[in-house]
C-alpha cells in the first residue's frame, strides 16, 4: 500500500543517515548529516544525535541540539534539560531551549529546565529562548 511504501522509504532514509554519520570525516560533515537528520525528524536517529550533543565541537553540539527539536522521547527530552542546564556554550544552550519548546506544555521535566533557564542562565539569548519556548 501506498502508506506502507511510505514508511519504508522513511526507514531507508533513517538508515542511509546512520551511514553517512558513521562516513562523516570532518565537523561539517557532522554538521550537514544532522541538519539532514533535523529535516527528517526521524525518532531512528536519536540516538545517534544523542551522541553528537557530546561533541567537543560546539558547533556540532548545536546542530545536535537543533537536529533533535522534532525527536520524541524521555532520553531526547532529559538530554535537552540537561544541555539546557549545563552546557558550556550559550549558542547550545539556546538551540536545547528552542528545541524543548514542543515538549514545555505537556512535560513538566521540559517545562521546569525552560524556567530554570529563564531565571537564572547566565546569557540574556538563553532566558530570551527559554522565555519564548514557554511563552508558545
Known amino acids: 500500500t ?3 511504501r511510505a514508511s519504508d522509504r522513511s526507514s531507508r532514509l533513517a538508515e542511509r543517515l546512520e551511514e553517512f554519520m558513521g562516513e562523516a570525516e570532518t565537523p561539517d560533515q557532522t554538521r550537514a548529516v544532522l541538519a539532514a537528520m533535523e529535516n527528517a525528524g526521524r525518532d531512528d536517529n536519536s540516538a545517534t ?3 553528537a ?5 560546539e558547533a556540532t553540539r548545536t546542530s545536535a541540539a537543533k537536529a533533535l527539536r522534532r525527536m520524541r522521547g524521555a532520553d531526547v527530552r532529559q538530554a535537552l534539560a540537561s ?3 549545563g552546557d558550556a556554550s ?3 544552550r539556546a538551540a536545547a531551549a ?7 506544555r505537556t512535560d ?6 525552560l524556567e530554570a533557564a529563564a ?3 547566565a546569557s540574556e539569548d538563553v532566558r530570551k529562548a527559554a522565555s519564548k519556548a514557554l511563552a508558545r
Open 2 to 4: 501506498r502508506g506502507s
Open 90 to 92: 550559550a549558542e547550545v
Open 108 to 113: 513538566a521535566e521540559a517545562r521546569s529546565a
Open 49 to 51: 544525535v544523542l551522541t
Open 119 to 121: 531565571e537564572n542562565d
Open 53 to 57: 550533543l557530546t561533541d567537543p565541537d
Open 98 to 104: 528552542r528545541s524543548l519548546q514542543r515538549s514545555a
Open 83 to 85: 544541555t539546557l542546564a
